[in-house]
Structures are given as C-alpha cells and as structure tokens.
C-alpha cells in the first residue's frame, strides 16, 4: 500500500513534470525549424530523413549545358537559379505562388549542384543517381529532351525521390511512363497540337497537304501524331514526315524529300540547335518560300538565333513569352526580376525552372514535411496556385500541370517594338479543354512507398 | 518520296555530301597512312577550323580571307599539336596514340566552348553564293553547290601534292615504309610534321567551307567524326583514293535511304561499313597488311 502511494507520490509529482515538459515542448514547436520534429514521424524513405537533416536542403540539376540542347538547357538553369535565390530570401513573387514560404524551404536553406547531361538518357540518371547518393538530394531535376525526363521518371520511383521534369514534350512523360515521383510543368505534344490547329487551321485554310521534319524519338513521334490527329479534323493530310535523327547536322537529304513533295505546310518539330539548324537550311532550299512554316514545340530563343525574316508569320505554341507580362501580374515579376539578374528576357525554359522549383516548395511548405509521399499527397490535392500564365494546377491521376497554351506568330521586323518582341500573342488557350483523359496515354502511376 | 525528279535530286545531293566527308577524311587518312597515328581529334579540328574561319571573318568581314587565314590557324595548330604531343606517341602502342588524339579533341572542344559557349554561331555565305539556283532537274541552294566545287577543287590540290610533288613522294614512301625513308636520309619527322600540319588543315578547310550551311557549335566535330570513320574504313584505311571513293559512297547512301525512308539512311551508312569490313577488311581500295 505504502508502496502504492509512494508510487502513486511519485507518479504524480513525475506526472506534472512530464505535463510540464510537455506544455512547453508544444509551446516550443513553432520555434523549432519545420520538419525538424517530423523527421521522427516518418519512416525513412529514399533521402529522406538524412537529405534534410541538417539546416539544408538539397536540390540536383541536371541539364543539357553541351550538345544540340545546350542553349535551352542554361535558360532553364537560370530559372531554377533564380528561384533558389528567391526562395532564400523570401522573394515575394515566389511567395505569391507559394503562400507558405517564408524564407528557404521548411526553414532550410536551398542548396543546388548542376550536372551536364548533353540530353542523353544516360547521362542524366548518372548525375541523377550521384545527386541522390552523395548530395542525398531532395528533389531532382531538369531535362530537355524527353528521352532524359522518361529515364528520370523511372530513377525517381525506383529511389523514391521527386522529380520535376524541366522541358519534355512527349506525351509520354505523364502517358504512358509517368511516374508517382514526377510532376510536369511544362506543355506537351497533345496539348501543344489541340492548342494550334485550330489556329492555323483558320488562318490557312482547309485541305492543305503536310510535310512533317521530326526527330527520332519519344517527343518527336508522340508531337507528330498528335499533330496529324488534330488537323485532320480539318482535312489536312500527311505528305511526307521525314524523321531525322537527334543532333543530325545536315538536313539536306530530308529538306530536298520536303522541297520535293508538293506540301503547302511545313511542321518543323525539331527543337534546340536541331530546330535553328533545320530551319535556316529550309530556307536555302527555298522551302520556306513556298511552305508556311509551323512550329508546334517552339524551342527557347528560336526566332533570335534564326532571325525575325524567317520566322515572320510563322505560328507557334509556347509555354510562356515574356510579353504576357502585360496580362499577368506574376509574369511581369517575373521577367522583371530574370532580367535585372541575366540581362535578358526569360525564354519559357526558364518559366518552367521557375515555376517548377516554386510549386515544390508549395507542395512540401503545405506537406509541412520532407517525407516524400506526403509532399506527393500535397502535389495530388490539385491546389490551384498562382502562377506566371495564370492560374494552375495538377491533375493527380497523371501528375501534369493544368496550365495554358500560348499561340504566337512571328512578328515582321518593321513590326518589333523591341530587339526581343519577336511574337505576337494570339492566343492563350485554357489546358483543361486541351487535355486528353488522364489516363488516354496509358498512365498508371506506380506506388507511393 | 519515290520519284524522278527527288531521285536526281538525291542523286546530285550526295555528290555534294560526299565531296565534303572526302575532304575530311582525306585529311585523317593522309595522317593514319603516313603516322600511323589514327587522329581522333580530327572532329575536332574540323570544328576548330569553322571557329578560326569565324574570328577571321569577324575581325575581317571576308570569306575568303577567312578561309585562307582559317587554314593557316589550323596548319599552324596542328603543327604545333604535332611537335608538341604526337611526336611522343609514334613509338608508343596504339591504344596510347588513340587516348591521347582522344584527349587532344577533349581539350579542342572544351577551349572553344569556353571561348565562344554552347550557342551556334555562323559565317554568312559570301554574297554572291548567296540564294538558290534552279538546275532544272532540281533546286539547290547555290552555297552548296560552290562548296562541292571547292571540295573537289581541294581533294585535286590534294591529289597532285601527293601524287606530282617530291614531297607527296615522300608521304607515299613513309606510308609504303617510313624506316627505309629515314635511312635514305630524308628527315620524317619534318614529313610527319607536315603531314599532319595538311591533315588538319584539310580538315579545318572543310569545317571552314561548311560553316555557312551548318552553324558551328563546339560539338558539331562529333557526328563528322563518325562519319568520317566509316567514310575511311570503305574506302581503305590510309588510301587518299579510297577516301574520295568512300566519302562519296556515303553522301550517297545517306542521300538515296532518306528518300526511301529516312530513319534508315544512317542504319544503312553503317550496314554497308559492316558489309564491306566482312568482305573485304582492308576496304574498297585499301591494301591488305598497310593498316
């Protein structure tokens, strides 16, 4: 008995120690950085806990910096970079599109590593893998090819770590191999082609005969047949598609198979350095004389590296062009701020660096934790955030960004009120009317742990 | 695209093509004859010569200057790569002289990126070469048509130094049997260094000449390269002839596949190296036991 209450003496005066550690150990969480208590939650899954142990928080780029992708791969970069910076200071344009952020990331400060990945699949899961391994990151990113974001997609589910594709046109990034750690911010083929066929469809008649230029791969062949599904609906046929390999550097042999073909449109589906190459050799061959020009997956600094005579009247979808800072407030935040710190205006990969790294932040400030299959709960509540182009959001059976397509055409250069105001916007098409079923390419999202 | 018209139009094409891979691999076929060294740093050199025709062309606004100053730079770098690295790798096994000609393209590739970036940059085709000319059968960008003539015009400056001069006696000696040239007294290393001085010069001849119809970018020695391999491996390694024959073998195999599907065109480059290392190893006009 004595023992008992001894016991229960002591029992109670432990008790109120206990409640007592306990009251301000609640009191004090605020005070403690975000995620520091959460880690203990969670089990440990791909970097996490260890990647964000300490006071940072790390982020893996990989992109082309070499090769026929290089110069849409720094543009990129220099998004992502901006946003970095943005979020350790607590920019307010990140802040507006994601409310949570304070300074950093859960109160971490962002750190980043970049690696050259010359577009090649390969390339990219190495530095990929090195990031996860030795940097323990976080999140990987980047891509300019499809073929790097589809090979991405598979490392990021096999290492349960998130991916966040930077340029991918293939409608097999979030079709047919999507992936439950991959988030696409950027457009793609079938909304690419749904956006400007009607466009052009209006603009150049109906009945008209096709040539097609397309590179040899997942973003090529998935933008092509995307593109003769839609404008067939308007009578257009298929004359010719002339696949050409990625980086080939003469286009003569398929340029003189198009010049010879008797085609009225011209749909150039190249990007990169492939796109300004293929495009400017067109033109020796007098194509573009007698074939209207159309671009479905405009390439980041096309018109300034081809020039405004030969990209006058050409249409083109995009993702971001830096004049729609006159219809959206976070748009024109953005190019401001691009500008002061590279010198030039963002081209629409470094729109997509941008806003990639931001709505990771959202989803991991609003996930209130590091542990990735919460963050992947946070991405697949489909918030609508604010974003450059208006509002966006993701579809959670497929992990693609709802956003807008912008239709352009080339603007003359008696018509330029600046070095840089290449394209007139036409359009800023809606994606939710442009999309296919989420699961219409054959996505199925893998498992979460 | 089957018809008459694209047929000739292939045709012609890969005549133009092919005078313009000869160019180039004569250039790594006169070096690996002579030398013995197989120059993986020819893409390189290749590229290296578009850059130094560009920053001539800058700092002139002349393409012939251009050229000319262009070929200089590259005479005088691959004279300078030569007594400065190769000449320490002739005596050395094969897998060494092909690390470091490797290495050498590295390096060349990685100074330009660093002196000019990732971005393309283009000389304009002189005025006058400028636009497009109806041969009636076809339409060709005239450009292609005057570099054509200038690859054959230099495959045949080529051609009569190697085959008219004391000099090109000299090379066909040290390729037949470079010891026996040494004990007649006649200083190889002088030879090879020339020859390997020639070998990047016409290689950073073609890149120069080329530069106007494709952009130059600090990887575009890389395809080249490729394909002036196989270029060189169906006409006979070390055979200038076989170079002019294999260069045009392969303009047109790239030409004539696309109009037949062109996904296969670079497929078919390399089944019909394939077909003619199994049937005849030493190439079309290569001889047995000089490679």
């Known amino acids: 008995m004595s023992q008992k209450v001894r016991f229960g003496y002591h029992t109670s005066r432990r008790g109120a120690l206990k409640m007592g550690a306990g009251l301000l150990g609640t009191a004090m969480v605020p005070l403690l950085p975000r995620g520091a208590h959460a880690a203990e939650n969670y089990p440990a899954i791909g970097t996490y806990p260890a990647g964000t142990a300490g006071d940072t928080v790390f982020i893996g780029i990989t992109v082309p910096r070499t090769g026929t992708y290089a110069v849409p791969g720094e543009d990129l970069l220099k998004g992502y970079q901006l946003a970095i910076d943005h979020l350790n200071s607590g920019d307010p344009l990140i802040r507006a599109i994601s409310p949570l952020t304070t300074k950093g990331v859960l109160g971490k400060k962002v750190i980043s590593g970049v690696a050259d990945s010359a577009a090649k699949p390969n390339d990219a899961v190495q530095n990929g893998s090195r990031f996860i391994s030795e940097n323990k990151a976080s999140v990987i990113t980047g891509s300019v090819s499809s073929a790097e974001a589809v090979a991405l997609n598979k490392l990021g589910d096999r290492e349960r770590v998130i991916y966040l594709p930077g340029i991918s046109g293939s409608n097999d990034t979030t079709g047919k191999d999507c992936a439950r750690y991959s988030f696409r911010e950027c457009f793609y083929g079938q909304t690419a082609a749904a956006a400007i066929a009607p466009v052009i469809t209006k603009n150049l008649g109906k009945n008209k005969k096709v040539a097609y230029l397309t590179p040899d791969y997942t973003y090529g062949h998935t933008v092509h047949q995307s593109m003769e599904e839609y404008v067939k609906q308007a009578g257009w046929t298929t004359i010719t598609n002339q696949v050409c390999p990625l980086g080939a550097p003469d286009y003569s042999s398929y340029l003189l198979n198009i010049a010879n073909s008797g085609a009225d449109v011209f749909v150039n589906i190249n990007f990169g350095n492939d796109a300004v190459q293929s495009i400017k050799q067109a033109q020796q061959f007098g194509i573009l004389a007698k074939q209207t020009l159309v671009v479905p997956y405009v390439t980041p600094f096309l018109a300034r590296d081809v020039g405004p005579d030969l990209m006058a009247g050409v249409f083109a979808a995009t993702d971001f062009w830096w004049t729609l800072q006159d219809r959206y407030p976070l748009a024109k935040q953005f190019v401001t701020a691009f500008q002061a710190k590279y010198g030039y205006r963002p081209e629409w990969g470094a729109d997509t660096g941008y806003m990639q790294i931001a709505m990771w932040a959202d989803a991991v400030e609003r996930a209130k934790t590091f542990y990735p299959p919460e963050i992947i709960k946070a991405y697949e509540a489909g918030v609508t955030l604010q974003s450059t182009v208006g509002d966006v959001h993701f579809r959670p059976e497929d992990h693609q960004l709802v956003r807008p397509v912008i239709i352009m055409r080339g603007k003359k250069k008696a018509e330029m009120t600046s070095a840089d105001d290449y394209y007139e916007v036409l359009e800023v098409v809606p994606g939710a009317g442009l999309m296919q079923k989420p699961d219409a390419f054959g996505c199925k999202l893998g498992s979460v742990t | ?291």
């Open chain 2, 1 to 291: 695209m089957l018809s008459w018209p694209n047929f000739v139009s292939q045709v012609f094409n890969g005549l133009a093509l092919g005078a313009l891979l000869s160019l180039i691999s004569s250039g790594l076929t006169i070096i690996y004859g002579t030398l013995g060294v197989l120059n993986l740093a020819h893409g390189a050199m290749f590229m290296m010569g578009g850059y130094a025709g560009y920053v001539v062309f800058q700092a002139t606004g002349s393409f012939a200057l251009a050229v000319l100053g262009g070929s200089v730079v590259m005479v005088v770098i691959g004279v300078a790569i030569e007594r400065v690295i190769i000449r320490h790798f002739y005596n050395r096994p094969d897998e060494d002289q092909i690390l470091v000609t490797f290495g050498i393209g590295i390096v060349l590739v990685e100074l330009v990126r660093l002196g000019f970036g990732s971005a393309t940059v283009q000389i304009p085709a002189p005025d006058w070469a400028m636009g497009v000319t109806s041969l009636g059968f076809l339409i060709y960008p005239t450009y292609r048509i005057v570099v054509t003539g200038i690859a054959a015009v230099a495959l045949l400056a080529l051609y009569l130094v190697l085959y008219r001069t004391r000099l090109g006696m000299i090379v066909r000696a040290g390729i037949e049997d470079s010891g026996m040239v040494d004990m007649l007294g006649i200083n190889v290393n002088m030879v090879f260094m020339l020859v390997f001085g020639i070998g990047a010069m016409a290689a950073g001849f073609a890149g120069i000449i080329n530069a106007p119809v494709v952009a130059l970018t600090p990887d575009s020695g890389e395809t080249i390269l490729v394909e002036t391999f196989v270029v060189v491996v169906i006409g006979g390694v070390g055979s200038f002839p076989g170079a002019v024959l294999g260069g045009v073998i392969a303009g047109e195999i790239l030409s004539i596949t696309s109009m037949i599907d062109p996904s296969y065109s670079q497929v078919m480059l390399f089944a019909v190296m394939t077909l003619v290392l199994v049937l005849r190893p030493q190439g079309l006009l290569g001889q047995r036991g000089r490679a």
